[in-house]
């Protein structure tokens, strides 16, 4: 190894070392770790910081890496920038909340591809990069800096204090919080922190918890605090959402059954796309209707989809979300003057007066 190479892999470990850990550490530390003397670890952190790896002294003369300024590395292909921008620019467009971080990696990216392999690409990331950041002018602060937090607090293994009001609850309750993972849900545009929900009993001060959700923008408030976690090892959040529709779930029940008939004029469409990972489809062959199953963990959070189908989709299983739409398909007639009967399969009914009965 000549001595430029021995020298860039040295101050990579030590750029690594530091990364890892959570709080400033002495430089005595450092150089033992990293098998260097004490001069030529002042040597390289200065070169790392001409850099530009943030590195600062605490008042105690220890080192550590500023987290919040330290920028990632990383080498995408063209393909693979392309992945990202599309996967970004549709957050940046279509979520409610502005977030000017993935604005600005946007830019980033576009910047990079402009002065490298793709100017024509990267102009046009520019551009639209520049269009989302003037459009996103206003922000939505408080919801910015719990997001912020929370992405603190999964990075460093930091527990977190919330105030937290679930949707139909009068009032908010307070408690820690260790954030396992954040999701995203199409549905609403929402984010969720799901991790380990400590609920305290006053009388005896014990604590006891459980995997909870928690939607980013129901936190009224949060703090970080100084008290670390470990995800269990068996935690796997790609398992644990699996036969969630969005991100409700259910560890201890099993999942529900669903399936709907969906109209032939609709059909086509419904197979263009995998809604979720364990629908089956099969054809009507006596009517051209498609027959939808899936196994969802829990069947309330698949109503707004079903729901958007209109008249072309029938709920037929199970029993609570053929209810759930037959009543509001009853709810809405009335609104609008049809008063229908109770009874789905009575003949009485002003609707087959307005449409024909048949």
């Known amino acids: ?20 850990q959570r709080e400033p550490i002495p430089q005595a530390e450092v150089a033992r770790v990293c098998g260097v003397n004490r001069s030529t ?9 001409e850099l530009g790896v943030p590195i600062y002294q605490d008042d105690k003369g220890r080192i550590a890496i500023n987290r919040d300024a330290y920028l990632t590395s990383i080498r995408l292909t063209l393909d693979e920038s392309m992945a990202v921008f599309l996967a970004a620019r549709l ?34 990331i520019t551009r639209t990069s520049e269009a989302l950041r003037e459009r996103h002018a206003t922000l939505q602060h408080h919801y910015l800096r719990t997001l912020e937090t929370l992405t603190k607090a999964w990075s460093m293994n930091y527990k977190v204090r919330i105030v937290y009001r679930p949707l139909r609850a009068k009032r908010p309750f307070e408690h820690t919080f260790a954030p396992y993972f954040l999701e995203p849900s199409a549905i609403g545009y929402g984010t969720y922190a799901i991790g380990w929900a400590e609920v305290e009993t006053s009388r005896r001060g014990v604590s006891t918890g459980k995997i909870r959700t928690r939607k ?23 398992k644990l959402l699996s036969g969630a529709w969005g991100i409700w779930f259910d560890e201890e ?24 990972p364990s629908e089956k489809v099969e054809e009507d062959t006596r009517t051209g209707d ?10 309330q959070e698949i109503v707004p989809w079903v729901r958007q189908w209109g008249a072309d989709v029938e709920a037929l299983e199970p029993k609570e ?38």
């Open 290 to 299: 498609l027959i939808w199953r899936a196994e969802i963990d829990e069947w």
């Open 216 to 238: 980013v923008e129901r936190i009224e408030s949060i703090s970080l605090l100084n008290e670390s976690f470990e995800i269990p090892a068996d935690f796997d959040p790609v």
């Open 1 to 20: 190894m000549s001595r430029t190479k021995g020298k860039s892999a040295r101050m990579l470990q030590v750029e690594r070392h530091l990364l890892a």
């Open 91 to 124: 957050l940046a467009r279509y979520s409610d909340k502005p977030n000017p971080h993935a604005v600005e990696a946007l830019l980033k990216l576009g910047l990079a591809l402009e002065q490298g392999i793709a100017p024509q690409i990267g102009r046009h």
């Open 253 to 276: 029940d099993q999942p529900t059954s669903v399936v709907l008939r969906f109209n032939r004029n609709v059909a086509r469409r419904v197979r263009e796309s995998k809604w979720h």
């Open 321 to 358: 979300l053929r209810e759930t739409l037959m009543g509001e398909a009853k709810a809405m007639a009335e609104k609008y003057g049809w008063f229908v009967s109770s009874q789905p399969s009575g003949k009485s009914s002003t609707l087959d007066d307005f449409f024909g009965g048949h």
């Open 41 to 49: 670890i002042n040597r390289m952190l200065a070169d790392l910081q």
